[in-house]
């Protein structure tokens, strides 16, 4: 019986496995992910994972070129007026949809009323829109309550940004995301179909009529060199390192950085920086507790911890990181060193201190952190021990990321959260610039300074007022900024293309394999 | 017979009323909250509690139970919060990986745990009982995860025979033939629970060996391998039927680790998934299903007891 059994077995290991062909033809990529978006709808999501997906099917009006500088993709041409309060934009007219439909300024119109009113970051530009409308078949017209700089940053972002998606689709659409039957954009790719837990696949879209210009970051002209990308949700680390490595993938993201030197030697992987970096953050309650509006016990805090140690814990080889005090990496336009010589102090002598003038006198402080992100929890396992050995009394407390972010809605719940904030254009869409976000920053430093900082349409002043708000957060400590993680993807070396560093998120048109 | 049958599943009922309130109760005790899980970390209050009202979430949790249940009697398990499509259509996605994956795991664990099992028992003292004893011990005990991760190097990435991990569906390009990318993970599963049927085959049969029929078959000169298949085995089997119950209802639910190492669309890795999301629709329908799915084998081994030993009265 045994011997038959075997025999079987060796039958069945020939009839599935030896011989094989190839799972995939090449003109497919397969794409490894962490796991699966909420939704794919761009302007209420602002999921790197969605966006990473999305920005092959969706476009804005604008988009960022390899200097994070914004360019036309929908757009061809805008003035803006004298007063900087009108500003009107002509679009491409030879854009059609994926349902074959030709874009227009009345999709462009109802897509920026939606995003404006529901979207993620749209209330940001439209609390100061007065009117949107279309000033012609391929123009619209925006007018302003007051000049707001940022403008094209935000309309150039599609991540939570404005996706130009049909009327038709926009036609009642809410808060809640749009429904995978309504994904049609003017991307080089279209949606196919969203197997759950499977793939989301995309395929080329034929009549796609690319932007001009040599191909520069996410700007300049897009090829569709594949048939279709596929999506695959590999939450198993190992096995989205294994798959690539056996040929079942293509490009796997989210390496953690324990491998990074051994992906590197390996001939059969190509490792690719994320270029905008990540950055972790630990917010402070600005609305209750002991943190309140004890700036000098907030600043000791601040003193007690050392950034270094933790990010060569949590994340390992120097490549991946930088102990880097401005919220905008060096490199970048808004970069600045203003206050960020308080950026990571580790002392805890001068800690000790400065709690003790400030009034503390040991009461717990509570901490959340999330076990999703390692990097969050092993990090903040470090700042716990330095804080102790400046006297602070730490309650760490320990939820899944669902759970979190219920509690950090609840000022009575926490003093201080971890989280961490993807790379931006334009520092107006980071959190801490946001009144809302849990933490709830509302002095009125801060409000004479953002107020001056969105009225100015000149980059120069602009860049210095970010700096003094970056020295302000240094002072006030509404949030502490933990350090720049780069993350990287492994791909196969056979595919064509693509460069060393992602400007954000990977892209797939002008790629080929 | 028929009667009993009828009588147990009428009992159904009453569990699945009582499981599905503990679920819905269960569930929604948990704190974090669909919509801000589904907007992201840049969503204000207001914007989720909008979509909170819109997913009809801001409800009293019995108004919520009652409107669930009633679709549940109608066959309609709800909606997925984070898919936006039938909860069943989801499950149903997901079973066909977990089906297959236990149908194939529950083959191996035949092929290798039951003659190795009687071979041990029928060898009980001897070397080879104390190798595959030790074999069986050091396969009951090697975490899934890790054997998972070497067969995938070595079969996989070393050898390149099978696909590393990833499930499409027999329905898809490559039909049958998909069943291949099984194989690592329904080894990997079977590798300690074959192990178990092994340890449970030899200590039953054991226990049988002692028994006067066996003494009787013994004195009447019946050959070793019949009275060991026939006398011993056969009566050894009521309590590895039970076994093989509950193993796959197991390996059907709890199949989580293996599923995700080997990324593949099975159930285990559904409910999880859905506990992160807080899809509560998801995570209601595969729980009760589950549930079923246990009261179900649990009403199939107790026909089978009838059938293979006639004096267990099923009245």
């Known amino acids: 019986m045994k011997v038959r059994s075997m025999f079987r077995v060796a039958v069945l290991a020939a009839a599935f496995g030896f011989g094989a062909a190839p799972a995939m033809a090449d003109g497919m990529l397969r794409y490894a992910t962490v796991g699966e978006p909420p939704s794919l709808d761009q302007h209420v999501l602002t999921s790197d994972l969605a966006t990473t997906i999305a920005h092959h099917m969706f476009e804005g009006l604008y988009t960022f070129n390899a200097a994070n500088a914004p360019v036309n993709l929908l757009a061809k041409g805008d003035s803006v007026s004298d007063d900087g309060k009108t500003i009107t934009i002509s679009l491409r007219d030879d854009v059609t949809f994926h349902d074959g439909q030709a874009m227009t300024s009345a ?15 749209g209330p940001l ?12 078949d391929h123009e619209i017209t925006i007018k302003m309550s007051a000049p707001f700089g940022p403008w094209k940053n935000l309309l150039a972002f599609i991540n939570g940004g404005p996706a130009i998606y049909p009327a038709s689709v926009m036609e009642g659409a809410t808060k809640e995301p749009i429904t995978p039957e309504q994904y049609i954009g003017t991307g080089p790719f279209k949606f196919s179909e969203w197997e759950p837990n499977r793939h989301v696949e995309l395929v080329r879209f034929d009549e796609y009529a690319s932007p001009e210009g040599e191909p520069d970051g996410y700007g300049g002209a897009r090829k569709a060199e594949f048939d279709s990308i596929r999506f695959m949700p590999v939450p198993d680390v190992g096995t989205r390192v294994a798959g690539l490595q056996a040929g079942d993938y293509d490009y796997a993201e989210s390496i953690p950085g324990d491998l990074y030197a051994e992906m590197e030697a390996d001939a059969n992987v190509k490792t690719i920086l994320n270029g905008g970096p990540i950055f972790g953050l630990v917010f402070m309650n600005s609305k209750e507790g002991p943190l309140k509006d004890n700036f000098a016990l907030r600043r000791a805090i601040q003193t007690a911890i050392d950034k270094t140690p933790a990010l060569q814990v949590a994340i390992g080889p120097e490549g991946l990181w930088r102990a880097n005090g401005s919220f905008l990496p060096e490199g970048n336009v808004w970069y600045t060193d203003s206050g960020a010589d308080h950026f990571s102090k580790g002392d805890a002598e001068a800690s000790k201190t400065m709690a003790a003038e400030a009034g503390y006198e040991g009461d717990p402080i509570k901490f959340m952190v999330s076990t999703n992100y390692p990097f969050h929890y092993d990090k903040a396992i470090v700042y716990t021990k330095q804080l102790a050995a400046a006297g602070f009394n730490i309650d760490l407390q320990v939820y899944d990321w669902a759970t979190l972010i219920e509690k950090r809605a609840q000022p009575d719940q926490w003093d201080l959260f971890f989280t961490h904030h993807g790379f931006v254009p334009d520092p107006i869409l980071i959190s801490v610039m946001n009144d809302d976000y849990p933490g709830w920053w509302t002095t009125a430093e801060k409000a004479d300074l953002k107020a001056k900082f969105t009225a100015s349409s000149d980059p120069a002043e602009r860049q210095a007022i970010w700096g003094e708000i970056q020295a302000l957060i240094y002072d006030q400590v509404p949030t502490m900024k933990t350090g720049d993680v780069y993350t990287y993807n492994i791909a196969s070396p056979k595919l064509n293309g693509l460069g060393d560093a992602t400007l954000i998120w990977p892209h797939f048109w002008n790629v080929s394999k | 017979m028929l009667s009993y049958f009828i009588k147990r599943v009428l009992a159904f009922i009453p569990t699945l009323i009582a499981a599905s309130m503990l679920i819905f109760l269960f569930i929604h005790l948990i704190p974090g909250d669909p919509a801000a899980v589904l907007l992201g970390d840049t969503a204000t209050p207001e914007d989720i509690a909008a979509l909170t009202r819109e997913l009809g979430l801001d409800e009293p949790i019995w108004r919520q139970y009652i409107h669930w249940f009633g679709g549940v009697i109608q066959g309609d398990l709800g909606q997925s919060l984070f898919f936006k499509t039938p909860v069943l259509s989801v499950i149903a996605d997901g079973a066909e990986t977990s089906l297959l994956l236990a149908l194939m795991t529950m083959t191996w664990i035949v092929i290798f745990g039951v003659p190795i099992g009687i071979l041990s028992a029928t060898h009980h003292g001897t070397w080879i009982d104390q190798l595959t004893s030790g074999f069986a011990i050091f396969f009951a005990s090697i975490p899934t995860f890790w054997l998972g991760l070497y067969l995938i190097l070595f079969f996989a990435v070393g ?14 390009d490559g039909g049958w033939r998909n069943l291949r ?13 074959a192990a178990l049927i092994i340890r449970l085959v030899r200590s039953s049969m054991l226990d049988v060996a002692k028994e006067d029929h066996v003494r009787t078959a013994k004195a009447k000169g019946l050959s070793p391998a019949k009275i060991a298949i026939k006398h011993v085995f056969r009566n050894a089997l009521i309590a590895v039927a039970a076994a093989f119950g509950f193993t796959f209802a197991a390996l059907i639910s709890e199949a989580v680790v293996t599923e995700t190492v080997f990324s593949l669309p099975g159930v285990g890795r559904l409910v999880v998934q859905s506990i992160l999301r807080r899809d509560y629709p998801v995570i209601q329908g595969v729980i009760l299903i589950i549930v079923l799915l246990y009261l179900s084998i649990n009403l199939i081994v107790d026909l089978a007891y009838g059938w293979l030993d006639p004096r267990v009265s099923l009245q």
């Open chain 2, 159 to 172: 050898l390149g025979w099978f696909p590393s991990s990833g499930f499409p569906s027999i329905s898809d």
């Open chain 1, 107 to 121: 999709d462009v119109v109802a897509s920026m009323q939606r995003w404006g009113e529901h979207g993620s970051r």
């Open chain 1, 125 to 136: 530009l439209f609390g100061n829109v007065e009117s949107i409308e279309a000033s012609g």
């Open chain 2, 181 to 193: 990318y099984l194989l690592l993970p329904s080894l990997t599963l079977a590798a300690p629970n």
